[in-house]
């Protein structure tokens, strides 16, 4: 099994293979509108327009799973992505990416890169005892704990790195360009 065996569908209802992608290095996010880590669309999308040309892709998976904060349906989800942060990468149909109904892409990405934890830092301390208290004896395990985590896959589909919501997305410049 490999990342190229899945398929998503586009939030324009359009079904895409995962194969689409051969080749190119992906970074696949799980996204909201209404999150405090919403901003980070801005860098996804800088980082998208100035890698796409060598091969590099994000796509965006909206997700309504963590405190409700992707409550718009797939147009109005579209239109604040568009209007707000300028967003031309692909974005699928909204997907849950934890628990048993999770969409079997992120349920393969969680087998390939488990949670490491948030790291150190003032916001790390404060977003793990928030993870903590919510999952309690979950916390630990691969699940995706929060919107915009992030994989980073290689030219190959292989998973490379999964980072979590409090990495932005210009500190992984340096990891795609390493892959490219």
Not at 63 to 92: H, K, M, W
Not at 146 to 163: A, M, Q
Request: glycine share 10%; hydrophobic share 35%; charged share 25%.
């Amino acid at each position: 099994m490999s990342i190229y065996d899945f398929s998503y569908v586009s939030i324009e209802g359009t079904p895409i293979g995962m194969s689409e992608y051969r080749g190119k290095v992906l970074l696949i996010v799980n996204t909201a509108s209404k999150c405090g880590f919403t901003p980070q669309y801005k860098g996804l999308e800088e980082l998208y327009r100035r890698y796409q040309k060598d091969g590099f892709a994000v796509i965006g998976f909206p997700c309504n799973q963590f405190g409700e904060q992707e409550p718009g349906s797939e147009s109005e989800i579209a239109g604040f992505c568009t209007v707000r942060y300028g967003v031309d990468f692909p974005l699928s149909k909204k997907v849950d990416v934890r628990g048993d109904a999770a969409h079997p892409l992120f349920k393969y990405l969680i087998t390939q890169k488990g949670f490491e934890g948030l790291g150190s830092g003032l916001k790390a301390v404060a977003l793990s005892a928030m993870f903590k208290k919510m999952y309690k004896d979950s916390y630990d395990d691969n699940q995706i704990k929060w919107n915009f985590t992030k994989f980073l896959i290689d030219k190959n589909g292989n998973v490379v790195n999964r980072y979590e919501p409090i990495v932005k997305p210009k500190t992984i410049a340096a990891a795609i360009e390493k892959l490219l």
